[in-house]
């Protein structure tokens, strides 16, 4: 098989498969033969009917054509060799998919349908819709062959005069056309680095779905290929359903830029059941702009570790001693005197695992010392950030009144707290009440703005009003590609402010492993032994986390891992208690119930708060070595829940409003990583099991720092500035802007946000946009097509 093959290729290709061996060429049936090739064969024959090759593809191409043959012995023949010709050519279809080959692909998927539909690409698309014979010819014989598009601008009149046939056939045609599956596309690029390229694609259904052609769903391919290479960059198989027509489905992905850079990317949708059912994209590159990116990285001093002594005072250092250690570690003693000694306001990128959260803390005690009866913020994207920072604090700062903001705490219960942790819209609401009283404000997890433009807003005004006000800022991060950009839009100074580590400054043994197949539940069966196979190389007796997308899964694992147990000499080596301290556990849920007596234990949201307790306690104290959970609790986990050894067994959930397998945010691949951090001295390691397609892409980006970009050209709401009297007009709304991060980015990253010219132009547009849908909603009134009203019935 090559990378560029045609269909005689595929068809001779195909005619030499052992499964044919057994066919033999007859003397009686050559002139027969001779006469298919000459009248049925589309394609050209090497050899002729004497030999096994050349007798194969021409009964092949024989069935494709729907020829008479006349032998008994040749019809019994062609059955044999159609019903294997499909099911060789969808394996040879898989293999070149597999090796990224888009020409031959394209071609062995035509064969494929071919032989399932009994017709050539040549032939009409609407031989499939079971028209009359004479019709499909007129339609076929026509010196300029009109393709499905044309037809369905046609009024039914014209369709009949068309194929010079009545007008009830007219309107029949009219009927096909319509109900012939086809799906829109339409691309947005957006360079995410110099080398790689995201392309946000929609796809939307633009047919009529007939249940009896239609059945209750179609497939289709979608895949990305170089317009010069051919080269397949992406793919993935696609489920449309009856409840999908007409409603856009979204993909996002992303391809790599090599040099020298393509012309153009072609994006193809091609139906797995349909033939001559393609949409191709042309998505031009010349005019692309690559974002420009200094990551900027800070050196790991080869410093000896700080002792809490150094806070030189007894409340604080009895604070950290309670996590059980003595020391900072190196990222944290790099820091220290920068945090503890000044007011300088910091940005902290560091991978994770290097326990960012610590320096937070260490700046909270400097306010507290240099500001006394101030308050500190702390602000999360995600509430269970700002839950479990509650939690934990709570238990070590005793001295301090802590808060969790919502929308029931009473005002004398925020003015009188010491620590108010909330999530950014809820900071929003009470803001102008407490914001002259704050001292520090602690943003966790700030490259989190990407998902959340709330972030963005509510930071971007924390800087504007702290112009009056001087306020600290401490913002924490995963490591950044573009931190400058960062540091210079939260104000902090690039030299002793700035502080973005390399992912290598918490160094994990990451291992990336394949596995083939394109339907989920088989693939994630096939991750369930090397899971066993990884704990038993890696950590026979350090604690594992497995990351699962589901509770089903985390089910169908705990349960095939509990299987390999049994093989074992020592079924139950994972556990770490004897028979009457388990038996006096007392756990609600059964499954968990006995999974504990081999070791493992299960957490997710399904599960009683005791049981989930009980869970994380046994973890942690090494009772239990095992635990599975969701990936959707990565972020929720207790920080004290680490392990040897992290398995993120899939990077895909269940998207119920897609109603599609999706990938995981590589953000939050980053975190689950993270928590292979449970000793200083050790390395942690990480297995990340992806689909095969996808393994060159996490090989680049889960050991590289990530660029930031703002959310806010897609999703900007003024509302709140407008209805708080922030922002008065459409000038107020410009300035208000050109406060936020998207406003330092749209000049080096302009392709990203569609920027094509003046900037001042793009924001305006912004702004007209947001403004004209608050007033069609009656939020707002616009006055003089520059003031913006607040209207007071609007929620």
């Known amino acids: 098989m090559k990378r560029r093959m045609t269909e005689a290729d595929v068809l001779a290709m195909m005619s030499r498969s052992s499964e044919f061996d057994q066919i033999k060429s007859r003397d009686t049936e050559h002139q027969e033969l001779k006469k298919l090739l000459e009248n049925t064969c589309a394609c050209d024959i090497k050899g002729g009917p004497e030999d096994t090759e ?34 060789i050519a969808r394996a040879l279809f898989e293999i070149a998919l597999n090796r990224q080959w888009g020409p031959t692909a394209s071609v062995l998927l035509d064969i494929n349908k071919a032989v399932e539909k009994r017709m050539w690409t040549f032939q009409h698309p609407l031989r499939q819709m079971g028209l009359p014979k004479d019709v499909i010819l007129r339609l076929e ?12 601008e046609m009024q039914p009149q014209e369709l009949a005069d068309l194929v010079h046939h009545n007008p009830q056939m007219g309107m029949t045609l009219s009927k096909c056309v319509d109900q012939f599956p086809m799906l829109a596309l339409d691309a947005r690029m957006a360079p995410l680095t110099r080398n790689v390229l995201q392309i946000d694609l929609t796809l939307t259904p633009d047919f009529v779905w007939n249940d009896r052609a239609h059945g209750s769903v179609e497939p289709w391919y979608v895949w990305a290929e170089d317009a010069e290479s051919e080269e397949i960059y992406y793919s993935e198989y696609l489920l449309v359903y009856k409840k999908q027509l007409g409603e856009p489905v979204k993909i996002s992905f992303t391809i790599p830029l090599v040099e020298p850079m393509p012309s153009e990317i072609y994006l193809r949708a091609l139906s797995d059941r349909w033939m001559g059912a393609e949409t191709v994209l042309s998505i031009p590159l010349e005019d692309l702009v690559l974002p420009v990116l200094d990551p900027s990285y800070r050196e790991l001093l080869p410093l000896r570790p700080l002792p809490f002594k150094a806070l030189h005072n007894q409340e604080f250092e009895t604070m950290f001693y309670s996590q059980q250690k003595t020391h900072f570690n190196p990222i944290q003693t790099q820091l220290f005197h920068t945090v503890y000694h000044t007011d300088q306001d910091i ?42 920072r509650f939690n934990e604090w709570s238990t070590r700062w005793t001295g301090k009144r802590l808060i969790e903001l919502s929308p029931k705490v009473s005002k004398n219960i925020v003015e009188s707290a010491d620590i108010i942790l909330c999530t950014p819209r809820l900071w929003s609401q009470w803001e102008e009440t407490i914001v002259d009283q704050v001292s520090l404000v602690i943003v966790d997890e700030i490259q989190l703005l990407e998902k959340d433009p709330m972030l963005e807003m509510v930071v971007s005004r924390l800087k504007h009003i702290g112009l009056e006000h001087k306020m600290r800022l401490l913002a924490l991060s995963a490591s950044l590609a573009n931190a400058i950009d960062m ?39 096939m991750m369930n032994k090397p899971t066993y196979t990884a704990i038993k190389t890696h950590s026979p007796v350090q604690p594992v986390i497995v990351f699962t997308s589901s509770r089903r899964q985390i089910k169908l694992t705990v349960l095939d891992l509990i299987a ?8 139950r080596q994972w556990l770490h208690m004897d028979d009457q301290e388990l038996e006096m556990i007392y756990i609600h849920d059964e499954l968990l119930r006995m999974t504990l007596a081999f070791g493992i234990g299960l957490y997710h949201t399904g599960l009683k708060e005791s049981d989930a307790r009980m869970v994380q306690e046994l973890y942690m104290n090494r009772k239990i070595q095992i635990l599975i959970t969701t990936s959707d609790l990565a ?30 945010p590589v953000v939050d691949l980053l975190q689950m990583m993270g928590r292979a951090n449970d000793s200083p001295d050790d390395m942690g390691v990480v297995r990340v099991f992806v689909q095969e397609s996808k393994k060159d892409f996490y090989q680049t980006f889960l050991r590289e720092s990530l660029p930031v970009e703002s959310s806010l050209h897609t999703s900007l709401d003024l509302k709140e500035e407008i209805m708080s009297g922030r922002v008065k007009t459409k000038q107020d709304a410009m300035d208000y802007i050109s406060w936020t991060f998207m406003y330092r980015r749209l000049g080096q990253n302009p392709s990203y946000y569609g920027l094509e010219g003046n900037p001042d132009k793009y924001l305006s547009s912004l702004v007209n946009q947001n403004t004209e849908q608050l007033e069609q909603e009656k939020c707002i009134e616009i006055e003089d097509h520059f003031k913006l009203k607040p209207l007071k019935d609007s929620a």
């Not at 300029?144 to 369905?152: F, L």
């Not at 320096?359 to 005690?365: F, K, L, N, Q, T």
């Not at 507290?368 to 479990?388: C, M, N, Q, T, W």
């Open 54 to 87: 050349g007798k194969v593809n021409i009964l092949l191409q024989s069935y494709i054509s729907n020829a008479y043959i006349d032998d008994f012995a040749l019809i019994s023949d062609c059955a044999y060799v159609a019903q294997n010709a499909g099911r």
């Open 564 to 571: 390999y147990c049994g093989m074992e000499d020592n079924p």
């Open 635 to 664: 972020w929720n986990l207790n920080t004290n829940l680490l392990a040897h050894l992290v398995v993120v067994k899939g990077t895909e959930f269940y998207d119920s409003k897609e109603d599609r397998y999706v990938d995981f």
């Open 141 to 152: 014989n026509r010196t300029h062959q009109a393709s499905v598009e044309e037809m369905r």
């Open 347 to 388: 940005f902290l990128g560091a991978p994770e695992g290097a326990d960012k959260r610590v320096v937070a803390e260490v700046g909270m005690c400097a306010a507290f010392r240099d500001h006394p009866g101030s308050k500190i913020v702390y602000l999360a994207s995600k509430r269970g950030f700002v839950r479990e």
């Open 487 to 525: 540091a210079e839009w939260l104000g902090v100074n690039k030299t002793t402010g700035l502080y973005n580590f390399h992912p290598t400054a918490h160094p994990l043994e990451i291992h990336i492993d394949g596995f083939p197949g394109k339907h989920y539940n088989p693939r994630m069966a």
